[in-house]
């Protein structure tokens, strides 16, 4: 049974930072890429950050560039997204997704499996 589990989510103040972690489970990890997407109230899911099956390629949305970094061990089973220069409209829960493949897709409809998510909250 493949489980994804995103932790380190929590209440920060605008311009503080926050790391994320999602933990894999039941699958090949290095066979996947990963990714974060998130979904704030009332809005659709979007995508936030890839990284491809061994790391060497990332991918950003432009409202993230240069503020939050992907990364991802192998050896752990483990995707991170350091989070810096928080701004109130990051506020959102932030979902892990896995990608069989390395697509580095910014297309939810590519990704196999999903977490449960992690609330980030930035205040002003």
């Known amino acids: 049974q493949v489980q994804l589990v995103e932790s380190g989510g929590g209440l920060v103040q605008a311009g503080g930072s926050l790391r994320l972690s999602c933990a894999a489970s039941?699958?090949?990890?290095?066979?996947?890429?990963m990714s974060w997407f998130r979904q704030a109230p009332g809005k659709e899911r979007q995508f936030v950050a890839a990284i491809s099956q061994g790391g060497g390629i990332t991918n950003y949305a432009d409202s993230v560039k240069g503020r939050f970094t992907i990364s991802r061990d192998n050896a752990k089973n483990t995707v991170y997204l350091q989070m810096q220069s928080l701004k109130p409209e990051d506020t959102a829960v932030y979902y892990c997704?896995?990608?069989?493949?390395?697509?580095?897709?910014?297309?939810?409809?590519?990704?196999?499996?999903w977490g449960q998510g992690t609330q980030v909250t930035v205040s002003s």
């Open positions: 039941g699958l090949t990890f290095r066979y996947y890429a």
């Open positions: 997704a896995a990608d069989f493949g390395n697509s580095n897709s910014a297309s939810l409809s590519e990704y196999d499996y």
